[in-house]
T-cell receptor
Framework: NAGVMQNPRHLVRRRGQEARLRCSPM?????VYWYRQLPEEGLKFMVY????????ESGMPKERFSAEFPKEGPSILRIQQVVRGDSAAYFC???????????FGPGTRLTVT | GNSVTQMEGPVTLSEEAFLTINCTYT??????LFWYVQYPGEGLQLLLK?????DKGSNKGFEATYRKETTSFHLEKGSVQVSDSAVYFC???????????FGKGTKLTVNP
């Protein structure tokens, strides 16, 4: 059973561009979580999704950030008009059921130049 | 709010040395506590967990005991190996919540 897949692993964007980060959960997992790790910080929760639904987005910045988990395909974290402060590692995790163990992907390292 | 504080790194040890990484937490109620490990270039892996006071989590020679009286969950290993070199994260989750709350991580380097 393949683990959680994230791509790209590294992404470089210029200020003002859009960044799209993809997460394919483990087979059979319908719950997806996104976390962000800023330099010298721990991981911070951003959003929790189930198929086609956003369950908890209390950690998402109010502007420029959005997430989706469609019926088919990976979960997408989208950052519009990126700024230097968005440079971070973005980790996705998945679980088979709510409140079950979360399995993490390798992360996407976003650099904004 | 909930928070986790773990000792600042980096930590450098020689092979077979004793390891302690301190972790304390602030939470309402009775959270579950975790240690995650991140090897270079990989995602976080669950190392061990404890769900109630006085529980001891253990895995791969690592141990941590849930101490409610000191709100601590210190990670220990009696004899580290070069392959234990990684970043270690302490984390908690409040009952009924899906949000993991992480410490900043402690980088461990073990030299032969």
């Amino acid at each position: 059973n393949a683990g959680v897949m994230q791509n790209p692993r590294h992404l470089v964007r210029r200020r003002g561009q859009e960044a799209r980060l993809r997460c394919s959960p483990m087979k059979g997992h319908s719950h997806v979580y996104w976390y962000r790790q800023l330099p010298e910080e721990g991981l911070k929760f951003m959003v929790y999704l189930q198929k086609e639904n956003i369950i908890d987005e209390s950690g998402m910045p109010k502007e420029r950030f959005s997430a989706e988990f469609p019926k088919e395909g990976p979960s997408i974290l989208r950052i519009q008009q990126v700024v230097r402060g968005d440079s971070a590692a973005y980790f996705c995790a998945s679980s088979p059921l709510r409140l079950e163990e979360q399995y993490f992907g390798p992360g996407t390292r976003l650099t904004v130049t | 709010g909930n928070s986790v504080t773990q000792m600042e790194g980096p930590v450098t040890l020689s092979e077979e040395a004793f390891l302690t990484i301190n972790c304390t937490y602030t939470a309402t109620g009775y959270p579950s506590l975790f240690w995650y490990v991140q090897y270079p270039g990989e995602g976080l892996q669950l190392l061990l967990k404890a769900t109630k006071a006085d529980d001891k989590g253990s895995n791969k020679g690592f141990e941590a005991t849930y101490r409610k009286e000191t709100t601590s969950f210190h990670l220990e290993k009696g004899s580290v190996q070069v392959s234990d070199s990684a970043v270690y994260f302490c984390a908690l989750v409040q009952g009924g919540s899906e949000k993991l709350v992480f410490g900043k991580g402690t980088k461990l380097t073990v030299n032969p």
